[in-house]
Every structure is written in structure tokens, then in C-alpha cells.
Nanobody, 126 residues
Framework: QVQVVESGGGLVQAGGSLRLSCTAS????????MGWFRQAPGKEREFVAH????????YYADSVKGRFTISRDNAKNTVYLQMNSLKPEDTAVYSC???????????????????WGQGTQVTVSS
């Protein structure tokens, strides 16, 4: 049984920063490709960022490129999402996802990930 758990959400003013963390257990963490997605109220869930198993490749949605950074520490079984210069439109529930399969360019698709966390709320006030 793979468990994915996020933490680090909260309320922050526009222009501020937050760092989300996510752990995945049940198998060697370094065997997972990891992704972050978000869902704002009334909207579809959307891709935010992806990181490969060795951190050699990272990908971002255009809306967060240059402001968010995904990273991982395999020794701590943790993936991070550092979010800087936050905007009110970044308000959403952020979910972490894991997959042990390689999907190439399909890293932004929800269906590429087998395991999901419950999500953590990020609220950015103006």
C-alpha cells in the first residue's frame, strides 16, 4: 500500500512564499516519479510540476515557471514544492502524486500517476 501525504499549506499574503512537502511510502521512494497538481474552487485539477526519480528532469506549468521550484530528497523520502511570489490565483488545494512508471511527455496528465495524497490547502490573500 502506497501512502502519499502532503503538508505545508496555509494562508499567505500575495508576494509571499510557502514550501509544500510530500512523502511517499510503501516502496523505495527513489523509484517514484513525483508530481504536484492543484485544484482551485470551481475549476479542473491542473498540473503544476514534475520531477524525475534522480532529479535530473523537472517540468513546470507555464503559470508557475520562474516562481515555483520542485525538488526532492530521496534520503528523506520527500519531495518539495517551493512557491515564491505567490498570487491570489495560486489559491488551490495542492496534491502530490507518485508513479513508478515512466510516461515520458505525459508527466502533466493526472492519469500518469497511480498514487495521490489528500491535498493541502494554499490560500493567497490580496
Amino acid at each position: 500500500q502506497v501512502q502519499v501525504v502532503e503538508s505545508g499549506g496555509g494562508l499567505v499574503q500575495a508576494g509571499g512564499s510557502l514550501r509544500l512537502s510530500c512523502t511517499a511510502s510503501g516502496r523505495t521512494f527513489s523509484s517514484y516519479y513525483m508530481g504536484w497538481f492543484r485544484q482551485a474552487p470551481g475549476k479542473e485539477r491542473e498540473f503544476v510540476a514534475h520531477i524525475s526519480r534522480s532529479s535530473s528532469d523537472t517540468y513546470y506549468a507555464d503559470s508557475v515557471k520562474g516562481r515555483f521550484t520542485i525538488s526532492r530528497d530521496n534520503a528523506k523520502n520527500t519531495v518539495y514544492l517551493q512557491m515564491n511570489s505567490l498570487k491570489p490565483e495560486d489559491t488551490a488545494v495542492y496534491s502530490c502524486a507518485a508513479t513508478s512508471a515512466y510516461y515520458g511527455r505525459a508527466y502533466s496528465r493526472e492519469s500518469s500517476y497511480a498514487y495521490w495524497g489528500q491535498g493541502t490547502q494554499v490560500t493567497v490573500s490580496s
